[in-house]
């Protein structure tokens, strides 16, 4: 039987990306062993107020920082579509593309797993992809699985796995949590820096700082432009 593709779909708002998110997504193409990895930078999110930059500014920053990474692609179909976004719907629409036949990972943090019973039609994710959890800095280690909401530990209480390869033997389903290397960066500190008019030099790549510079990103009104 022909091995169906694994297929990585890392999901946010990158406002804007940073090394931190870049991190994990290398660590994960090497643990889990990607076939293909996209970047899905959201357009408009139900669950959060309006980014500091717009969706094509976005988009254009993710562009920028993966460029030289051929292990990384980006998947701007959010950014195309109006109103808002939602991860059921992208599912679905890879769903199609691929014919059915590719496993489909979504990757998210523990602070955003943590409120996934508030997400449209969140139980339908399982029967579309694989859920990867990663942790953030800052977040609540995600050790003590009593502590999740009900509703969340009844849903997921058969789904967990600490082998990644499971993700390779079923279509769907499973929840695994990777390790990775936790780097104390978050895009709030970016933004809430570049605010203030301090440096944020080796916090994201060159290419995306340039960009931010270029277009005024982050500084009072010039960053909704």
């Keep these: ?16 990306i940073h090394y931190g998110h870049l991190r994990v997504a290398e660590e994960l193409v090497d643990t889990i062993g990607f076939d293909r990895f996209y970047f899905v ?13 717009s969706k094509h500014h976005r988009a254009s920053m993710v562009a920028l920082s993966i460029r030289n990474n051929p292990r990384f692609s980006l998947d701007d179909r959010e950014i ?3 109103g808002e976004s939602t991860s059921v719907e ?10 059915g036949n590719a496993v489909l990972c979504f990757i998210m943090g523990a602070d955003t797993f943590l409120k996934i019973n508030y997400w449209y039609l969140w139980q339908e994710l399982f029967q579309l992809c694989h859920l990867v959890i990663v942790d953030r800095p800052g977040s609540m280690r995600m050790i003590d699985r009593r502590d999740f909401p009900q509703e969340i530990q009844h849903a997921c209480a058969s789904r967990w796995t600490d082998d990644p390869s499971d993700l390779t033997r079923q279509c769907n389903g499973k929840i695994f949590f990777a390790q990775t290397t936790l780097l104390d960066i978050s895009a ?7 605010a203030a008019d301090k440096s944020i030099r080796y916090l994201l790549p060159d290419a995306v700082l340039n960009y931010i510079k270029t277009h005024y990103l982050y500084s ?3 960053g909704f432009k």
């Design 1 to 16: 039987m022909t091995k169906m593709p694994l297929v990585g779909i890392y999901g946010g708002t990158f406002d804007p």
């Design 80 to 82: 195309k579509h109006s």
């Design 188 to 194: 709030t500190r970016i933004r809430n820096l570049l």
């Design 41 to 53: 930078p959201a357009g408009e999110p139900r669950l959060r107020g309006a980014p500091g930059a």
């Design 220 to 222: 009072g009104e010039n």
């Design 90 to 99: 992208s599912l679905q629409e890879y769903h199609v593309e691929f014919g």
